[in-house]
């Protein structure tokens, strides 16, 4: 694995546009009928953006074609909260969470998202003094609609530390959100 320490990606935009665009393939606007994916590439320039996620994914040419989108040492993104291990592998077909070792989800061909629950989610971000942090662990909730208010200004902190358009904050929140949310 090619650990990345997280304070080398949290003022990176262009990791930000990455996570945002890339962690929650369930979120959409239906009323736009537009996914959160589709608004972020519509509104933000990823052109700039594409040959630092190639370089930070491990992408190749045949990548997708030769390994599935799977690379022998994806770059890991490792953080430790409230002394759980939470780990995000980057490969270039897929992103992979895992909590002290065992995987809790992956965005894949094998998707499988939503695994925590809201407590589980409050008990691991307890503390953090980085709101963006508390956005790495969004893709992984399995959200109730009890908690959509508190989750929405969650996003709304996180956003704020990161070089987007503060217009686009709601649609964002709320696609995030559609994503997440319990079906």
Same mark, same amino acid.
């Given at each position: 694995?090619k ?9 990176n935009?262009?990791?930000? %546009?990455?996570?945002?665009s ?10 736009d ?7 972020m ?5 990823y $052109?700039a &953006?594409?040959?630092w &996620?190639n $370089?930070?994914?491990q992408y190749?040419e ?5 390994? @599935?989108? !799977?690379? $022998?040492? =994806?770059?890991?993104? #490792? ?10 592998a980057?490969?270039?077909? @897929? ?7 065992k995987?809790?989800? #992956?965005?894949? =061909?094998? !998707?499988?998202i939503?695994?925590i629950t ?11 003094? @980085?709101? *963006?942090?508390? /956005?790495l662990?969004?893709?992984? /909730?399995? %959200?109730?609609?009890?908690?959509v208010?508190e989750v ?6 996180? /956003? *704020?530390?990161?070089? /987007?358009? =503060?217009? @686009? ?6 696609m995030?959100?559609?994503?997440i949310?319990?079906?």
């Open positions: 694995m650990k990345v320490i997280i304070n080398s990606v949290m003022n935009k262009f990791f930000w %546009l990455y996570f945002i890339s962690s929650f393939p369930n979120a959409l606007s239906e009323n009928e537009i996914t959160l994916c589709e608004f590439f519509e509104h933000y320039d $052109d &953006v594409k040959k &996620v $370089d930070f994914v190749t045949n990548i997708i074609d030769d390994c @599935d989108g !799977y690379v $022998d040492e =994806p770059t890991t993104l #490792c953080i430790v909260l409230n002394e759980n291990n939470y780990q995000i980057f490969h270039p077909g @897929d992103t992979i969470y895992y909590l002290n070792g995987k809790i989800g #992956c965005t894949g =061909p094998a !998707y499988e939503q695994s809201w407590n589980i989610y409050c008990d691991l971000i307890d503390g953090v003094k @980085d709101s *963006r942090i508390a /956005l662990l969004l893709p992984v /909730l399995n %959200l109730d609609n009890a908690h208010k929405k200004n969650i996003i709304f902190f996180g /956003l *704020r530390k990161i070089d /987007l358009n =503060p217009n @686009d904050f709601e649609q964002i929140a709320s995030m959100i559609s994503g949310i319990s079906k």
